[in-house]
């Protein structure tokens, strides 16, 4: 078999990432955090730019990223191709009644049987689906199901316990 491309796909993460750069927060932060996830990729920084909905992105540059924070941990996630992540603590909170609200008959079938586990799982899906279509949170959290998609592949894993993390990336052909 001759592969003719190769999918690059590469995930940094960064524990206590406000100590990085502690003379910067938010945005500028993400951005600094953002390039130098590019330089340990091997890539040209750009300047970092941000779609309508605040996706960050490389200007003149096929590269894509996205990015998620959550407590203590910064992940940047590096594709040859569209791509989303996210991550999530794990903290208390009403999951099923959260469920109910958010997400489709399946999911919360699925979540009343996984628990915990089964939530933060769809919860980082939705997320970093979101980020991967560019549409926003919004739009994709009612309604869209992240369970049995054929159109995207999901990487699903805990960094840790009780930080779970996602990523989404288009489908690759067999």
């Known amino acids: ?5 190769e999918r690059i796909m590469e995930l940094y993460i960064f524990e206590n990432y406000k100590e990085i750069f502690p003379e910067v927060i ?13 330089e340990m990729y091997g890539a040209e920084a750009g300047e970092v730019l ?8 490389i200007a003149d540059s096929d590269i894509n990223i996205s990015v998620s924070h959550s407590g203590s ?3 940047c996630l590096i594709d040859s191709q569209p791509a989303g992540v996210d991550i999530q603590q794990e903290r208390r909170a009403g999951t099923e009644k959260i469920s109910r609200r958010y997400f489709t008959e399946e999911e919360c079938d699925y979540v009343t049987s996984e628990g915990a586990k089964g939530f933060y799982r769809l919860w980082t899906r939705k997320e970093a689906y979101s980020k991967y279509t560019g549409r926003g949170l919004e739009e994709i959290i009612k309604g869209t199901p992240v369970l049995h998609r054929d ?3 999901f990487f699903d894993f805990q960094l840790e316990k009780g ?3 996602s ?3 288009k489908k690759q052909k067999k």
Not at 26 to 38: F, P, V, Y
Not at 50 to 57: E, I, L, N
């Open 167 to 169: 990523c989404c990336t």
């Open 151 to 153: 159109d995207v592949d």
């Open 1 to 5: 078999m001759c592969r003719l491309f």
């Open 26 to 38: 938010g945005s500028e932060l993400t951005d600094r955090l953002i390039l130098k996830s590019l």
């Open 50 to 57: 941000r779609t309508d909905k605040g996706k960050p992105y």
């Open 73 to 75: 941990c910064f992940v």
């Open 163 to 165: 930080l779970y993390c």
